[in-house]
Nanobody, 121 residues
Framework: VQLQASGGGLVQAGGSLRLSCAAS????????MGWFRQAPGKEREFVAG???????YYANFVKGRFTISRDNAKKTVYLQMNSLKPEDTAVYYC????????????????WGQGTLVTVSS
């Protein structure tokens, strides 16, 4: 499975961005999908996940602001990010997992290349 993330950019605090992650190869619908992020000088952290059954789950720090969704026909997972804060600045990665639900990056196997989100104050 190859993953291509896009949609990052520069936005002011309080603004919105929508990230996309398009998959090719493999059977997209059988995978759980997740978004992670890595800020400069910090470890990569879980942001949001969507089960193959479309249920969603989030890290506490993005609840109410970010929404993850998937479109199996387009083999794409999205991350709608609203009310962005400067601390959301990071490279955002999408990844696949065979697990029903997990926030552990070691349980994700295929990764996209990342897309940079920069939030200015």
């Amino acid at each position: 499975v190859q993953l291509q993330a896009s949609g990052g950019g520069l936005v002011q605090a309080g603004g919105s961005l929508r990230l996309s992650c398009a998959a090719s190869g493999g059977t997209f619908s059988i995978y759980g999908m997740g978004w992670f992020r890595q800020a400069p000088g910090k470890e990569r952290e879980f942001v949001a996940g969507v089960r193959r059954t479309f249920g969603t789950y989030y890290a506490n720090f993005v609840k109410g602001r970010f929404t993850i969704s998937r479109d199996n026909a387009k083999k794409t997972v999205y991350l709608q990010m609203n009310s962005l804060k400067p601390e959301d600045t990071a490279v955002y990665y999408c990844a696949t997992t065979p697990r029903v639900e997990t926030a552990d990056e070691d349980e994700y196997d295929y990764w996209g290349q990342g897309t940079l989100v920069t939030v200015s104050s």
